[in-house]
């Protein structure tokens, strides 16, 4: 069964059509003249791209598979790994910020909301008038997120929260928030269930801004509900599904993770190819001499293996098959291959690629955090051998 399941659907067209180049070509563009003269400032004062956000939702990129309808572009999920790519491939604060709105804020909205839900907050999300983030994540349930303590009790037609979240990327500048809470003290997985929290409700005080090795333009922080009153037409789908569609929601985030990680090795690889065809030692540039050619042809076959790990991850969900191990997949090996980019990358720049005037610097330390967030690289190896040992 195991090896049916690994070769089950394995063929796959990698003619990108007109719409898949359109959307790459409108994401590199916009990448180069709105992100890359900013990158490494917002990088280095931890400042939150809101302006380039504004300008990145004109072009559609904060509901990329949302219908049209409801106010999205409607690609399929080939664009959205194209863009994330593109983005991260200059500031992957900013792809993750744009990741986290579409996947597991706005597209479990649409896919489980009711259509009252869809009107108020998806149409806002997708035209990038609001900002989503998702809040599972607690200070004792990371990798288990089984274990989450915040409690939603009902009273009458609303519900009342209360409990801490934290590692919650947009939370202190998103409007709208996915979030986790207890509805069910006597159960566990089956105890959850999905909010959607508009942070106009109140009793929601933002933490401190977390200061971190990476992805240090990206909002992260705790987020504490004291007392937030929720209506009880905000449950996303049913009482007690919480969790499953919080992993749901994770399986399509995964993918968006594994295209920002695609990105970010690919910057470390092109630094790597401009930085040693240019600096020269021995009276000749440095890509000549062997110790670096090897380091250039992993790099180079490492991100096409992980390239076609992505893009099959994204083909699958488009087709309506199943994904969920071909996005950890794609995650684990997209994630490691961009860690270890970036640390040849800062072996081939010498002594420059410790400095923060070189972008490797930032490619090495967003490369670490990648590996860690939307669950670590462990996590993604124990879904993978459950599913394949089924």
Partial sequence: MATLFLYTARIMDFELTNQHRLARATARDVARTELAPYAQEWDQTMTFPGEALKKLAR???????????????????????????????????????????????????????????????????????????????????????????????????????????TFITNGSTADIVLVMARTDRTKRSRGITAFIVDKSFGGIIVGSKENKLGIRASDTCELIFKRCTVPAANVLGELGAGLGAALDTLTFGRVGVAAQALGVAECAFEE?????????????????????????????????????????????????????????????????????????????????????????????RDAKVIEIYEGTSEIQRLIIARNVTK
């Fill in 59 to 165: 072009l559609g990129f904060m509901g990329i598979s949302i219908p049209k309808a409801y106010g999205g572009c409607g690609l399929d999920s080939i664009s959205y790994v194209l863009i994330i790519e593109e983005l991260a491939k200059v500031c992957a604060s900013t792809a993750i910020i744009v990741s986290v709105h579409n996947s597991v804020c706005a597209y479990p909205i649409f896919m489980l909301g009711t259509e009252e839900q869809k009107q108020s907050y998806l149409v806002p999300l997708s035209r990038g008038e609001k900002l989503g983030a998702f809040a599972l994540t607690e200070p004792n349930a990371g990798s288990d997120p089984a274990s989450l303590e915040t409690v939603a009790e009902r009273h009458g037609d609303h519900f009342i929260l209360n409990g801490t979240k």
């Fill in 272 to 364: 790597s190819i401009r930085y040693s065809t240019q600096r020269k030692q021995f009276g000749r540039p440095i890509a000549d001499f062997q110790a670096i050619q090897w380091m250039l042809a992993d790099m180079a076959t490492e991100i096409e293996a992980a390239r076609s790990l992505v893009y099959r991850a994204a083909w699958l969900k488009d087709r309506g098959k199943p994904f969920a191990a071909e996005a950890s997949m794609a995650k684990l090996y997209a994630s490691e291959t961009a860690m270890r980019c970036a640390t040849k990358a800062v072996q081939i720049h010498g002594g420059y690629g410790c400095m923060k005037d070189y972008r490797v610097e930032r490619c090495f």
